[in-house]
């Protein structure tokens, strides 16, 4: 059972502590994303006019979007909980009647807003560029955007769970999270691709997160929309699942 007052304690411990440094964990990433959509809109988007029917420099809006508020939520969890293992204060996590599930949705929710907040942001600063503000599809649009930041915000959590120091976190992000974005139809078309790079890209779980979303945004998409919210949400509920028998079974948390 979900106790309101509990879960409200534990989201807003996750969420002010990273609203308290926003000019570091939500600005930056947006100025980053203009940094990325100012050069590769700016240097590709003359040679190539356009994929699926769309400028080139709207057409990477929803990829980027995803790589910096996806790294975002998976941050905010994964340094909370390494950080209260090096101060020693994962005793109050572990000590308050908190239930398995309520741990579980308590850091999912931090992880959530962040990713949230820099996604729309991203979105707002795109447009002035390009004029595109409004998605195609709200409902795709909002479901994706909550599936993948969602998603990454529990690996964050299991990623923090199982660390044993801040390397182990950066490493995680830097040597699998980064070239999945990277490699998951960011700035290009699988049409653009041989046939073995596409059966690749196809397995590679961020391209679905980045098709979905650029359906729900721009009506365009490489596989079919129920295929990419399908995986999504596959992805959100196993993740999820293994967060609650983490916090469950008390598993690398000192008990």
Not at 206 to 223: H, I, K, P, S, T
Request: charged content about 10%.
């Amino acid at each position: 059972m979900i106790h309101p007052i509990r879960l409200w304690t534990l989201t807003w411990k996750e969420t002010s502590r990273f609203l308290k440094v926003w000019t570091q964990t939500v600005g930056s990433p947006v100025v980053i994303a203009v940094m990325y959509f100012a050069v590769f809109g700016g240097a590709l988007g003359s040679r190539i006019t356009e994929l699926k029917g769309v400028p080139y420099s709207v057409f990477i809006i929803p990829g980027l979007v995803l790589l910096q508020s996806t790294t975002n939520a998976y941050m905010n969890p994964s340094s909370s909980l390494i950080i209260a293992k090096y101060s020693g204060t994962m005793s109050d996590i572990l000590l308050p009647p908190l239930s398995a599930l309520e741990k579980t949705l308590g850091y999912l929710f931090g992880g959530l807003l962040r990713g949230f907040m820099v996604s729309i942001l991203i979105f707002a600063v795109a447009g002035i560029f390009t004029g595109v503000y409004i998605p195609e599809h709200w409902g795709i649009f909002l479901l994706m955007l909550i599936f993948a930041n969602g998603a990454f915000a529990l690996l964050g959590t299991l990623i923090g769970i199982w660390a044993k120091n801040f390397d182990q976190i950066s490493g995680f992000s830097t040597f699998v999270l980064t070239p999945m974005g990277f490699l998951g139809a960011i700035f290009y078309s699988l049409d653009m691709l041989p046939p073995l790079a596409q059966t690749l890209s196809l397995l590679n779980p961020f391209f679905y997160f980045a098709d979905g979303l650029r359906y729900g945004f721009l009506g365009v998409q490489e596989v079919s929309p129920l295929v990419s919210v399908g995986i999504a949400g596959t992805i959100f509920a196993v993740l999820f699942f293994l967060n609650w028998l983490a916090f469950f079974k008390n598993w690398r948390l000192g008990i």
